[in-house]
Every structure is written in C-alpha cells, then in structure tokens.
C-alpha cells in the first residue's frame, strides 16, 4: 500500500484523483500541487463547499508553490521555493499550455486564448472597449467564450475551419438549435473558413482567413491547446507523438508509480471520443488514475463518460457515438428521434428538447446519444451514459416510465419518445 | 383486433391511453371525450403541440360534449345532445369529484376545492382582495396551492394531520427544505392538526382545527379528492370499498373489453406508492389501460414509476420506497445519502441536491430514492426509476460517470455520491 500520492494539478483530473485515491485507501497521505494545474476559475471554486471539503476528506491542499521539477529515481518532486518532496505514487494532472502557445505572438494587444484569459476585472475592462470580437474555433471553450461576448452585446464572429459546431462531437442537426440562437444574438458564424494570420501591429486588428479578412478588436483563440507535458518530459516520462504524456488505459505512464490524466495526456491508440478534452473526461480520467494510484483498479472507458455544455441559448449533450462519429468509424446503428418539451407547454420558460438514440442493430443496445435543450440535458446524459455502459436498449426505453408533473416535466418524456421512433422505424422497415 | 376505442376524459391517464392505444394498434378508431375528464389547465394544455398534435396522430378530441351514460350491454356511450356513440372497448378515465365534494358546504363565498378552482381571471379577483389563506392538507396540489399564495403575498396557512410535508411520500428529512422555504416565504405550517370545521356564514371566516380557529379570507380544500366513480357504478361496472372504480394490474375492470385508469380507480389489494395519485402515476395507467384496449398486454407496475413535483423553493422527486415506506412496510434497507450540488458552487443559482438511495440488503440493488434539489430532479427521478426497474445496484451508481461543466453539472454527481456514501456505511459496518 502507498503511503504518500503527490497529485500535480487541480483541475477536474486533479481533484477527481485526489478523491478516488482517498477513496480507496484513507490511510494514503494524499497532497494536491495546484501550481502547475489548470485551475479553471480558480482553485477553491472547483470544491462542492471551498477548499474545507478537502480538507475535511483528508487531502492536503498546496495551491501556492508550482512543482518544477519530478525526480522519478528519487520519487520526489521539487516544490518551488521548500525543495523536496517525496512521494510514492505521483498523478500528474498537468493540464494544457495556452492555446498555440508557441504559435501566437505574445506582443499582441487584443489577443487571447484559452488558458490566458485575464481576470474578470481586467477582461471586463478589455471588452469595454471592444465592438467586434473574432474567436477561433467552435470547440467547448469557443462556445462559451462566443456566447459570453454576445451576451455583452459585441458583434462577435465565430471562424471554425469544419462544418458545424463541435464538429465531430455534436451531429449537424443537434448544433443546428444553437447556430440559430447565435444569430439571433448576432453572432456571425464564419464555417469551413481556416483562420490564416492576424492583423495588425502592437494591436490586433482582427484576422485572415480562407474567405477573407475579419476587422476585430479582440481575438480569442479557443482551438485545442496542447497538452501541458514539460515536466513529464524533463523527467523522462514517454511522450506520444500527438504531444501528450502516453498512458495506458489505466492511466498508467511509461514510469512505474506514476499515472497521469486529463488534458496533458493522449490516449491509447489516440482513440477519440466526443469532447475528449472536456471536464467529464478529464474527471473520468483523474478518478481512474487515483483509483490505480492508491492501489485499486479500474480502466477508463470513456464510451461511458456523457457530455454537457450549454451554448448560445441552448444547452447540448451526450454520450458515446453521434451519427457523425458512428458513420466516420464504419458502425451501423439504428436512430430514434424526438422533439419533445422541458415542461408543459402552457408554462413559462418551456423550451424543445431533441433526443437522438443511436443503437446497435439487432441487439438494440444503445450506443450513443446526442441531444440538444434547455433544463436536465446534464441530467439526462448522465442517465444514457448509464444506459449505454449497463447494455440497455431502445425497447426498455421505449417503455420507460417518467415524471409528469406540469411546471417541470411533460406528458411524453423525449428519450421514451425517441426510443419509440425508433423501434416504429425498424417496425416499417421490414 | 377492437375497431372502435373510446376514451372518456382527457387527463394524463386518458391522453396516455389514447396515445397507446393508437401506437399499439395504428388502425383502431380512437376517440377522446374530455367532457367528463379532469383536463387540468384546459384540454389543449395537455398536448405537445395543441390538439393538432393528436390529430396528426389520428385520434379524435371531442372536447365538448360530456357522456351522460355507459351501457355495457349495447357496448356504447350516451354523448350529450348527440345520442349513443359506439365502442369495441372503452377506456374509463374519469378522474375524480372536487375534493371535499358532498361533504363541504356548497354556499360559503372563499371556500374552495382542488377541481373546483375558478379560471384565472375569477381566482386572480378572488385573491385580490385576500389578506389570509388556509390550505387544507399538504397533498400533491395542496403543495402547489400553498407556493402559489405565498408568491402572491397572502399570508397562508397550511394544516394536516400528518407530521410533515407529503407524509409518507417523501421523507421528513426530504421535506424539511420545502417547510423551510415555505417558512422565509411567510407560511404557517400546522402538522399534526386536523381541521374540524369551517368559521363562517355566506362568507368562510376561517376553520376550526384540533389546535384551535384559524381566520382566514379563503379556504382552500386540497385533500385527495374522490374518486370520479358516478358513471361507472350507475353502468354497473364493480367499485371498490375505497370509492374507486375497481381494477386488476392490467387496468381492466369487471366488464369485459372495459379498462379504468387514474383517480377514478382503486388498485388492486389497495397498494400504495408514493403520489399513487399523481399525475406521473395517472399517465402510466393510462398508457397500461390503452395498451391493453388495443389488443396489447402490459401490466401496471407503479414500483417504477418516477414521481417529482416543484414545492416552495424546492423540487422533490423520488421513485418507489422512502425511507418511512420502507420502514412501514418491514423492509430492510441499506441506505446512501449525499448532499451535492448542481452546478459549480461559484455559478449563480446554484443549489443544494440532497439525494438518498435505498437499496436491497445483499444485493444492493435500488429499490427506491428520494430527492430535493433545485434542476434536473425530473430528470434524475425518471434515470431512479429506471434504474430500479432494470436492477442496477447501489455499486454501479457509486461508479457511474457524470457530466461535469460548471454552469450546469458539479464535478460530484450526488446520486453518485450517494452511493459511495452507501457502500462506505456497508463498508463501516462490517
């Protein structure tokens, strides 16, 4: 049994390591380095009551000096400013650079990206002055950023070089709901448009792109940052070649006793599933690689991690494979659709909620789903990762009872609805 | 294969039978009478998108006339102003009597009953010029009707015999929120107190209760209404020693080719579940009741049906066995509760979920749940119900995977914390 997990970082990998290893073994001395984590917000904000919570589990909190350093032949790290300190399992939860960090000139007045965003204070400052934004790519923090910058009443352009929205993660017609929102907050959505310079000197003056020029007076740059692998790498940990730190599906490294998750790692196989680099992975991940770390086992199965992120005036969701990704990889699948509602619909706030079922034909089991709404999408993709990871199918979904209760839930719940199109789809078919 | 199904009354239990029925049997001739049906809110309320709706799945609404008679023998109903109109099988949906009714004086001004409140713009003069509301009984209703005054400023009063909010339904642990809530909103709460007559004459001045008078400008009477058994018993159909019209767990009646489904009916051997009269309940009979009408056969099993209703400034929900049921019903029981989150702590609107998980010593599988949160209770009720029918266990919830994205989904999922939190008690125990 270890007696001492060091977890590097305190995201959602950080924070669902730390948890797990306690979990699973409460006599393990378990410290969590914030320092060189990505915490988003803010550290203390990502506990359920603030940092007593974990202090209360048990797990000693360190938000202030960064790791510089991992010795793996020592099994220490080198804690800026104290030195040493040893450890006998490490996680490493090093998060993401910037976006194109590396890439971007950093002289550049009115140039963000991910991971360097400024305060509130100071970026309410900067948008006071701002008319128009770019942001570059529609991924999970791009839909936020476009739809914050909308909200503050800026004439703001979105420039993705695919299709549609969350490409590859959302199908066309789940995102199709919140491109229409967009436009009606004014957002200009620029698609299949590469982004192929900035404009502007000491100032950003906006971008180039494959269809033209975009003036803008800030430009926020959302595209998949890369993998925060520098201390793994220093210490001589295997990189992959996609630039994150190579784990297994135990989250195992290259290093025996170190385990690592989250953004700063690649895959096995670079397999990909929807929203990959979201907090639910990364907090699937972590939770793994704590269990592993504090002498459990688990794999990670990220065909059962649901996704949710709200965007324009919409909030979208899923699980496993879409059509999309489900075509891409060659698996046939049977769909049930439905548009349904959020409550009744005499009711204030009553907003459509879309369900698309994918299941495996002849078993029935589903598969994946993809949704598209307004309250419980987070809820309800909780409920089909369940479902897809405990081999339920479209019949027993069909004939699933729900709530009805007017001011939250209508008649017809949309998942039964769209489990029942589906089986009426494969009834007519033969 | 029956031609003709008649559907008398148009609540949650006949619009689900009218729907099931045609999903069963797309050639059957299905027709709906509100008349005699307790279409809560107005009949077009109920639908997704209006009568339109069921026309385009090919059931008739006749929302005006009301059926007079049902004669088994001629196997057709007396349709006000239009005669006999004819049936292969029928669907008795009737609902129930105002609640109170044949027992409250009909003369007093400000005294009212559930199913006899007058349209909004008659309550809205009612209450205008009210100062004092008493509601009688802490029902499904009751509940709405006590948030409902309070909103408006009335200071209200609610009395019931029972010791805590929706006794026996949900838990005093699950309650206690809604009753505190009630409380910064200005109500009284009298439990434990039995109302033993109302003050007044021409014009209700309050009631008398087992803990002295209580003034008041309006009474509302909220206790769970009769049975709507008139037209049934007057055909000859077998009415229960509880007022119902009398059942099997298909829904069916004495009469053959004849089902029952929601208030109106009484169950068999006089189970109880949770809002065994809810409208979640009453759906689920209904699409049982229809099922079986078109030539399919399904049995009633309210064990998983999902209930959930907003009350104060909360959301309960639940399915199946409470701890008091269980308790009640000499079940053992391990027990999980968790008190989470429902999104990032530092997002606005965020509240507290309290979920409990009661699971079957041994095999630890789910058999019921209790909730008050604030979103997605609906949601997660629907997911509990699920999970009970389908004999998911207290150790696959403890390691599902959720959703985190911090506007909507807190890193910890609580129904999955409830469940770790279950295991650990076992854990403790042992």
Redesign the interface.
């Known amino acids: 049994v270890p007696g001492r997990i060091v977890v590097v970082g305190s995201g959602?990998a950080g924070?669902?390591a730390a948890?797990a290893a306690k979990?699973i073994d409460p006599s393990a001395e378990v410290t969590i380095y914030s320092g060189s984590g990505d915490a988003?917000?803010?550290f203390d904000?990502?506990?359920?009551?603030?940092p007593q919570t974990c202090l209360d589990a048990g797990i000693v909190l360190r938000h202030g000096p960064r790791i510089t350093a991992i010795d793996l032949d020592r099994r220490a790290v080198d804690v800026e400013g104290e030195g040493a300190a040893g450890w006998d399992r490490l996680v490493i939860t090093a998060g993401s650079e910037p976006a194109g960090a590396g890439a971007l000139p950093t002289d550049l007045e009115g140039l963000y990206a991910v991971g360097n965003i400024p305060s509130d204070e100071e970026w309410d400052r900067v948008l006071a002055g701002a008319k128009v934004a770019v942001v570059v790519e529609a991924t999970a923090p791009g839909l936020e950023m476009v739809t914050a910058l909308a909200e503050r009443g800026i004439e703001t352009h979105l420039v993705d070089p695919r299709a549609s929205t969350l490409a590859g993660a959302a199908d066309p017609d789940i995102a199709a709901p919140v491109e229409e929102s967009w436009a009606e907050m004014g957002v200009k959505t620029h698609f299949n448009t590469r982004v192929e310079g900035l404009l502007g000197e000491g100032r950003v003056r906006g971008v180039r792109t494959s269809e033209g020029e975009l003036p803008a007076d800030v430009v926020v740059v959302c595209s998949r940052p890369p993998a925060g692998n520098d201390l793994a790498a220093a210490a001589g940990l295997v990189v992959s070649s996609g630039g994150g730190i190579k784990v297994d599906e135990r989250m195992a490294t290259s290093a025996a006793g170190v385990w690592a998750a989250g953004e700063c790692i690649d895959l096995p196989g670079g397999a990909r599933f929807p929203l990959q680099d979201?907090?639910?992975q990364?907090?699937?991940q972590g939770r793994v690689a704590g269990t592993n770390a504090a002498g459990g086992s688990r794999a990670y199965?990220p065909a059962?991690?649901?996704?949710?992120?709200?965007a324009g005036r919409w909030?979208l969701?899923g699980v496993s494979f879409g059509e999309t990704q489900a075509t891409a990889a060659g698996m046939p699948y049977v769909l049930g659709k439905a548009t349904?509602?959020s409550r009744?619909?005499?009711y204030p706030d009553v907003k459509k909620v879309t369900v698309k079922l994918l299941a495996e034909p002849g078993s029935l089991r589903l598969i994946g789903a993809q949704m598209v709404g307004g309250?419980?999408?987070?809820?309800?993709?909780?409920?089909l990762?369940?479902?897809v990871?405990?081999g339920?199918t479209l019949t027993?979904?069909a004939f699933?009872?729900?709530?009805?209760?007017?001011?939250?839930?209508?008649?017809?719940?949309p998942?039964a609805v769209a489990a029942?199109n589906g089986l009426?789809t494969l009834e007519a078919s033969r």
């Not at 904000?45 to 603030?50: K, P, S």
């Not at 709530?403 to 209508?410: D, E, F, K, L, T």
Request: hydrophobic share 45%; net charge negative; proline share 6%.
């Open positions: 959602a924070i669902g948890a979990a988003a917000g803010g904000r990502l506990f359920l009551a603030g979201s907090g639910s990364a907090y699937a199965q059962y991690v649901p996704w949710s992120l709200p909030t969701g349904g509602i009744a619909r005499y309250e419980g999408i987070k809820e309800r993709a909780d409920f990762g369940m479902a990871k405990m339920i027993d979904l699933m009872e729900n709530v009805y209760s007017p001011p939250i839930g209508a008649l017809n719940e998942i029942q009426a």
